[in-house]
């Protein structure tokens, strides 16, 4: 089928209008404008901008007095195929070019960002928190989940979860994606795309990540330096309210989820600090003023 007069020409400035941001892109780094580092931590942000399309090959001869025949060995080195894009590179591979881009520029200087985490017991309220904080709050960053589970009526992909299939997550545990991953209900595997957050961290913005206590543990792990809030109820009854509240299990499996509630408010004293939820848009302003303090504050609780 013959692409329209109209849509050929349209696609033809929209590829012009993309060669010419990329020329840009290499002229500011060859003038030293702008850091090959910064290009590449743009990239991996959004692999969609004209850095994120760029070939690693163009970056890498955009480097004052790097020639073709360097830029071959050491994409060789980094094991980076010639026809490869910045922002198409894997986990590994962007860390093996990081690496190397320090090693000649230097470090990238990072500003003031923060990851924190936010959990606490069922019910508690962390969903409606988090979805507060994302309305009101654009410069912060919810981190999305990956899920091998279908989605749920209303739910939509990439912005209440990444909805892929088991051999795709199959390839983000094996590429060393993920921050974290577990198995729930021994069913449907859930786990946090590490990528989007270092890219954010790295541009200056905070991130939170909402997810239960086994997830905040191993993020702690993996990341030490990632702030821990706990959510709680202003009380156990209140818990107990909302939960029964619902309307949405059975006796029984309420009587579970309250159950799990008690273990889950003893792991309280894990994290760094804790919020109460007495009212939704009080308890996200604090959270929000938690993703902009600089270091790590001792455990304490804010009301």
């Known amino acids: 089928m013959t692409m329209p007069e109209v849509d ?14 990329r020329a840009a892109v290499k002229d500011a780094v060859h003038r030293r404008e702008r850091r090959a ?5 743009t990239a991996w942000a959004d692999p969609t901008t004209p ?11 955009s ?12 994409m060789a080195e980094l094991a980076i195929a010639d026809s490869k894009r910045v922002g198409g590179l894997g986990a590994r591979q962007r860390d093996k070019l990081r690496e190397w881009l320090e090693l000649r520029e230097g470090p990238q200087p990072r500003p003031q960002s923060r990851l924190v985490v936010l959990a606490g017991p069922t019910a508690v309220g962390k969903g409606t928190v988090s979805t507060y904080i994302r309305d009101h709050h654009p410069e912060v960053l919810l981190s999305v989940s990956a899920t091998t589970r279908p989605p749920r009526p209303g739910e939509v ?8 299939d088991d051999e795709a997550f199959d390839r983000m545990v094996e590429h060393g994606e993920f921050l974290e991953h577990a198995t729930v209900h021994n069913a449907s595997r859930y786990g946090t795309p590490r990528p989007p957050i270092d890219a954010a961290l790295a541009s200056g913005r905070s991130v939170l990540l909402e997810i239960d206590l086994q997830g ?21 009854e209140e818990l107990v309210r909302r939960l029964t509240g619902r309307g949405t299990e059975s006796a029984a499996e309420q009587a579970r989820r309250l159950d799990t509630a008690r273990v889950e408010l003893a792991a309280q004293d894990e994290f760094d600090v804790k919020v109460v939820n007495r009212d939704v848009g009080r308890a996200a302003r604090e959270v929000v003023e938690l993703l902009a303090v600089p270091g790590t504050p001792s455990a304490r609780t804010r009301s």
């Open 8 to 21: 050929r020409a349209a696609a033809g400035r929209a590829a012009i209008a993309a060669r010419r941001a």
């Open 37 to 41: 580092l910064d290009v590449a931590e």
């Open 51 to 61: 850095e994120g399309t760029l070939r690693v090959r163009e970056l890498l001869t």
């Open 63 to 74: 480097i004052p007095g790097i020639g073709p025949t360097r830029v071959a060995r050491v």
């Open 157 to 164: 992909d990439g912005q209440h979860y990444y909805f892929i």
């Open 216 to 236: 905040a543990r191993a993020v702690k792990e993996a990341m030490p330096e990632a702030l821990l809030v706990f959510l709680l109820p202003p009380s156990w």
